[in-house]
């Protein structure tokens, strides 16, 4: 099996929603359309042409990105697909201008993302 990772690689609606699916056991948003488009970058990874592994880049136009939605299908987990995306989306935002790259993650993720070169910080977060 190779893996290959594609910087933007604008996947459909269906292939986000069938990778969601597995990841998260959900439907996700009802169109990553809008959401790509206003991405400063987002990586998928792909077996071939399926897509089996996506994160996303916001930002607020300046210098903050926020990594988001850092996502594997379940039968490709554990194999290092997660920690290229975030590396592959940490060196294109950077080169894109971004000079600080945030993420929230829940505590049993800890540990991947310090793995990944983040350290923790303090941050604030209202439910809406």
């Not at 604008?10 to 990778?19: E, N, Q, V, Y």
């Not at 959900?26 to 991405?39: K, N, Y």
């Not at 997660?82 to 929230?104: C, F, I």
Request: proline share 3%.
């Amino acid at each position: 099996m190779t893996i290959s990772l594609r910087t933007d690689p604008f996947p459909s609606d269906d292939a986000l929603r069938a990778l969601w699916r597995s990841a998260w056991g959900d439907e996700g948003p009802a169109t990553w359309q809008t959401v790509l488009a206003r991405s400063l970058v987002h990586v998928g990874a792909y077996e071939g042409e399926q897509l089996v592994g996506y994160v996303n880049v916001a930002w607020d136009g300046g210098i903050h990105a926020f990594l988001l939605d850092t996502s594997v299908h379940r039968d490709f987990q554990r194999q290092g697909i997660a920690t290229r995306l975030v590396k592959a989306a940490t060196e294109a935002a950077r080169a894109r201008g971004a000079q600080w790259l945030h993420v929230d993650f829940e505590p049993h993720l800890a540990g991947f993302y310090r793995a990944c070169g983040f350290r923790a910080t303090e941050a604030g977060l209202i439910g809406l």
